[in-house]
């Protein structure tokens, strides 16, 4: 059978940060680690999607603890104001899934001027974890999940150049960049840890061909393009439900057996059972690692710092 949602242990105890928690694979994450009883904290950008997201959560666990905190990673200032709304509420944190994220996308540039796709699924989740960080680094075993896709390996690393395409722009070449980025930020932050001996822990996790929201909003954002067309139906009708595509992610967060640096997936590529995946395209990885620091730190303007707390 594999590992299924019946097999992540008890969560009580236990907060929670899942992005993109009002749809798709972030509401499966959020409503799976409740019904085990962790306090979800759902940082999302649609608010009126995100309290009905609460109602359908507590229709299937009603003791559910949620709790809603507005988050556009389109926007540095939103980030902020999140991540501080977070910390106010929370001295640790024990988990962090960064899930959310937009897919093969007309050219668009978020309101600081950052190319949508990158912006979003990798700059954004750079600034919310590099200030989550002190909550989750006095945490004992506390987790960084971050989602990527089997997409991955269509990207190129990020070009400290030209982050952001300009004049070399399509949707799938900046949706495989961000993917890239994703996984090389998964990575790459649990090198980090492991230099600075902390207790957190990085893991990445792709949910395969999964028939979600993101499909369509990828169709509606490309105007309707016939590659995203392709894709939705493709999901529609070949992939697996939001429910079995949330797996991977939700085995990375919780299995007490993963480890810091391992990567979950399908078993069948796009299809299956949670596995651990082996870590491909190691040549160069560490410069790709390096590039996307440097171009991180640069556009956002905001440093990872791995030293634990005082008082931790």
Do not use: C
């Not at 105007?223 to 595509?245: C, I, K, P, V, Y």
């Amino acid at each position: 059978m594999g590992w299924t949602a019946t097999d992540i242990p008890d969560q009580h105890g236990r907060t929670a940060v899942v992005t993109g928690a009002n749809g798709g694979l972030g509401l499966v994450t959020a409503r799976n680690l409740a019904a085990k009883g962790a306090h979800v904290v759902m940082a999302v950008r649609n608010q009126e999607k995100a309290a009905a997201a609460v109602e359908e959560i507590r229709a299937a666990v009603p003791n559910a603890s949620l709790e809603l905190v507005a988050l556009d990673l389109s926007s540095q200032v939103s980030v902020k104001e999140a991540a501080g709304e977070i910390l106010a509420a929370h001295d640790s944190l024990d988990l962090l899934v960064n899930n959310a994220g937009v897919m093969a996308i007309a050219e668009t540039r978020t309101v600081d001027g950052f190319e949508m796709q990158f912006g979003v699924d990798h700059l954004g989740h750079w600034t919310l974890t590099a200030l989550l960080l002190p909550a989750l680094l006095r945490t004992p075993g506390s987790r960084i999940v971050t989602v990527t896709s089997t997409a991955h390996h269509m990207g190129r690393p990020v070009d400290v150049a030209n982050p952001h395409l300009k004049g070399r722009y399509g949707p799938w070449r900046a949706y495989g960049q961000a993917k890239l980025a994703n996984f090389h930020f998964g990575l790459g932050l649990q090198r980090d840890l492991e230099r600075a001996g902390a207790h957190t822990v990085s893991l990445i996790a792709h949910p395969g061909l999964s028939d979600t929201d993101l499909q369509t909003v990828s169709v509606e954002g490309s105007g309707g393009g016939a590659s995203q067309r392709f894709s939705h139906a493709m999901a529609r009708h070949t992939g697996m439900s939001a429910d079995n595509g949330a797996l991977p992610q939700l085995r990375a967060a919780t299995d007490p057996a993963a480890k810091g640096g391992e990567f979950y997936g399908p078993v069948f590529v796009n299809n299956g059972a949670p596995v651990r995946k082996p870590i491909l395209r190691r040549f160069g990885m560490d410069h790709a690692v390096a590039k996307l620091w440097e171009v991180s730190e640069r556009e956002t303007g905001v440093a990872l710092d791995l030293h634990t707390p005082a008082g931790a």
